[in-house]
Nanobody
Framework: EVQLQASGGGLVQAGGSLRLSCAASGFTFDDYAIAWFRQAPGKEREGVSCIRSDDGSQYYADSVKGRFTISSDNAKNTVYLQMNSLNPDDTAVYYC???????????????????????WGQGTLVTVSS
């Protein structure tokens, strides 16, 4: 059974940094697309970033480009999201999600769509104070 465990959220001041972790199990960690999504109160869930295992392709929402970096450590079965220059608009619950790599490779433009992902972690809260 695929399981994803998101962690690393917390309270940070504007301009600060956090690193989120998504520890994965239950699938072959050389065939995945793992994405980070976030959902702020009263807003729809949005795709933040995604990484594919087959060629390391990375995708970012425009709102986080240049500030967030996604990476993976296959030895630890973990995907990270390094978040720098945080601002209050980044406040949200952050979720990681899994899809087979081929599904995102076939149509990369679909990476931000929640329906592309089969399994979800429980979420970790990020709060950025002004």
């Amino acid at each position: 059974e695929v399981q994803l465990q998101a962690s690393g959220g917390g309270l940070v001041q504007a301009g600060g940094s956090l690193r989120l972790s998504c520890a994965a199990s239950g699938f072959t960690f050389d065939d995945y697309a793992i994405a980070w999504f976030r959902q702020a109160p009263g807003k729809e869930r949005e795709g933040v970033s995604c990484i594919r295992s087959d060629d390391g392709s990375q995708y970012y929402a425009d709102s986080v480009k240049g500030r967030f970096t996604i990476s993976s450590d296959n030895a630890k079965n973990t995907v990270y999201l390094q978040m720098n220059s945080l601002n209050p608009d980044d406040t949200a619950v952050y979720y990681c999600a899994y899809a087979p790599s081929a599904r995102i490779r076939f149509r990369p433009s679909g990476w931000p769509l929640s329906r592309k992902y089969d399994y979800w972690g429980q979420g970790t809260l990020v709060t950025v104070s002004s």
